[in-house]
């Protein structure tokens, strides 16, 4: 099943690219004055939210082990289509009182429609993982850590010269858990702000 969602985010992701890049080439010559910033850095901040795999069997049913946190990430872009992102987000949650640590880095493509910037992005880092519930030393192995690897792509929107908003952020994370590994869902949203010096074009 989680193959099937991976499957589509890629369909989803790889289509927006398509008819972003199909309004770009129409209007090839004014791709710098449509940047929806024009700044080289910024600073995102906004709410995150896991879905994991690992689930706790009660007897009203199966509770399915989530998190939710903040996510904090940093933007330096020195070309027109490409940043630079780190990235260092935490959230807890139940049902296993369960903890979840991440940094990671990598790099982000950016397409430019007017004041809308859709993206994508790859990064590695690495995680932790951690449980005081009893249950959890049986799923989480009470503390976990390795690498992580987390792709994706979200919407971000200018509202105002210094400031963007992230409509949405839809991530597939990989994490080293569990007996068979697993692949995790993340969806946020929050607020960007723009700094550092302004670039050409604008």
């Not at 008819?19 to 910024?42: E, K, M």
């Not at 989530?66 to 987000?89: C, L, P, Q, W």
Request: glycine content about 12%.
């Amino acid at each position: 099943m989680k193959h099937r969602y991976t499957l589509l985010l890629l369909a989803a992701v790889l289509l927006l690219g398509g008819c972003v890049c199909f309004a770009q080439d129409a209007a090839y010559d004014t791709i710098a004055p449509l940047r929806a910033n024009a700044f080289a850095d910024s600073v995102y901040v906004g709410f995150d939210h896991i879905r994991t795999d690992y689930a706790l069997v009660t007897p009203t049913g199966n509770e399915l082990a989530e998190t939710s946190g903040v996510n904090v990430e940093f933007d330096m872009r020195r070309k027109e289509h490409i940043a630079y992102i780190a990235t260092v987000r935490y959230g807890m949650g139940s049902p296993f009182s369960e903890g979840l640590a991440t940094g990671a880095a990598g790099a982000s493509y950016l397409f430019h429609l007017s004041r809308f910037e859709p993206y994508v992005h790859l990064m590695g880092g690495y995680s932790r993982l951690a449980s005081n519930h009893p249950e959890g030393g049986m799923y989480l192995a009470n503390v976990n850590t390795g690498a992580a690897v987390i792709f994706g792509g979200g919407l971000d929107v200018r509202v105002k010269e210094r400031w963007s908003v992230r409509v949405i952020s839809l991530e597939d994370i990989y994490l080293p858990f569990g007996q068979w590994r697993s692949s995790y869902w993340s969806v946020g949203a929050g607020a960007i702000y723009h700094f550092g010096s302004r670039r050409a074009g604008r």
